[in-house]
């Protein structure tokens, strides 16, 4: 370690927890950040700050004015010129730290490209925006043995839990199947900007202590911040017939469980969701404030220029204005829920 | 329904005490308490307790259930 580095994480380094041979770890890390909305770019920026300058940032959307209530590392220039969000936080921690080594990558994490974009990570914090994605991160992590960092936030509420293969429980283990109808979403439900900070610090807290090598009680997290206050309990043993950790199917990765998405007409996406019925009064409900809402019992139509979904009670979908599936996912993800 | 089974009987959930019925199973247990049950897993004295078999478990007196609520926003 050079003598700026030792001067750039001294406080760090004069900390028991971490000293200077976790700093050195830390220095050596090389991370996945996957989604880089509110808790992934505020985990980038930290993390970077705590010196791991090796990290690879996954996300598929771009910069808008409504992200920068919550979404620390962006500013106005960003959401002006609808940079890609793997982009311009790659830009912003350069100016952080000039040693920055941020790998940025303009995708929509799949079965396809996860074992590529992920290769040879030593951990993947989780700050994507949908069950769908972790479901996948949950089995490549597994199947590698890479820990992973789960974290979620809606309204007030969020939860965070670290899944260490063969340490700790899986995802799977706790949670088998994603939800099934209409899930709140930050879109629908609103989101409290503290709270993405304080669950995306949080697992950053974690990854620090499981990249340091430090030894810790794996504990699930839940905090409501609206007057719920914060709990915290040992997560539960992993269950010997959970079918990711314990039977190592690892059906995500293969593609299953993808929801199939097909060109729909000329400038149109079908997302073929089987994960219905979907309750479209109640979904009517939440997309008023949000824009042009007509529904009936059998379909509902919902304008967000450029674009229009119409989306069918078994939970089929169809987004109107592109062709680019891995936006039709993030529309779906945004306000039904996935 | 056998008397000692409609007894009253405390538990702990996400640590507070609570009385129910003797003989409340899971899933009426997250009935009672108007759980939306697509989108939470239930821990029963450290364990998890899978969701298919939520209307066949009882929960025994002083029983310990953490109910943990997951959330897909990011």
Redesign the interface.
């Given at each position: 370690m050079n003598e700026r580095d030792r001067d750039r994480y001294s406080r760090q380094i004069r900390f028991s927890g971490i000293g200077l041979s976790g700093q050195q770890r830390l220095l050596d890390a090389r991370v996945a950040i996957a989604?880089c909305?509110?808790?992934?770019s505020f985990q980038a920026a930290a993390l970077l700050r705590a010196g791991v300058r090796r990290l690879v940032l996954v996300d598929r959307d771009y910069v808008e004015l409504n992200n920068l209530q919550r979404q620390w590392l962006y500013d106005e220039e960003d959401a002006e010129c609808a940079r890609p969000k793997a982009e311009a936080a790659a830009r912003h921690l350069l100016r952080i730290d000039d040693q920055s080594k941020a790998e940025p990558v303009v995708a929509d994490l799949d079965a396809g490209n996860i074992g590529e974009i992920l290769d040879g990570v030593h951990l993947i914090l989780?700050?994507?925006?949908?069950?769908e994605t972790?479901y996948l991160i949950n089995d490549f992590a597994v199947q590698r043995g890479i820990p992973w960092i789960y974290?979620?936030?809606?309204g007030s509420?969020?939860?965070t839990m670290p899944i260490v293969p063969g340490s700790t429980?899986c995802f799977a283990?706790?949670?088998?199947?994603p939800?099934?109808?209409v899930?709140?979403?930050?879109e629908t439900?609103g989101?409290v900007n503290v709270l993405?900070s304080s669950i995306a610090s949080f697992q950053v807290s974690v990854a620090l202590q499981l990249l340091c090598e430090c030894q810790s009680e794996s504990c699930?997290t839940?905090i409501d911040l609206w007057g719920g206050g914060m709990?915290q309990?040992?997560q539960?043993?992993a269950?010997a017939d959970c079918k990711v950790c314990g039977r190592r199917r690892f059906s995500r990765l293969e593609g299953r469980g993808r929801v199939p998405i097909s060109l729909c007409g000329r400038n149109a996406v079908q997302i073929h969701s089987l994960r219905g019925p979907v309750d479209l009064l109640l979904l009517k409900k939440q997309l008023l404030p949000l824009g042009e809402v007509r529904a009936n019992e059998l379909a509902l139509r919902f304008q967000v220029p450029p674009y229009e979904m119409t989306i069918f009670h078994d939970g089929r979908a169809i987004v109107k204005g592109t062709t680019d599936a891995g936006l039709a996912r993030s529309l779906y993800?945004r306000y039904v829920?996935? | 329904m056998d008397l000692a089974m409609a007894k009253n009987v405390t538990i702990s959930v996400n640590g507070d005490a609570l009385e129910v019925p003797g003989g409340t199973t899971v899933a009426a247990l997250l009935q009672l308490l108007h759980v939306e049950t697509a989108q939470v897993a239930v821990e029963l004295d450290g364990k998890v307790a899978q969701h298919e078999r939520w209307c066949d478990i009882l929960i025994p007196p002083g029983a310990k259930l953490e109910i943990v609520r997951f959330v897909g926003g990011g």
């Open positions: 989604g909305g509110a808790l992934g989780d700050g994507t925006d949908n069950f972790r974290g979620g936030a809606v509420y969020g939860i429980c283990c706790l949670y088998p199947q939800p099934a109808g899930q709140p979403t930050c439900a989101v993405t699930v839940t709990r309990r040992p539960p043993p269950r993800a829920g996935s | -």
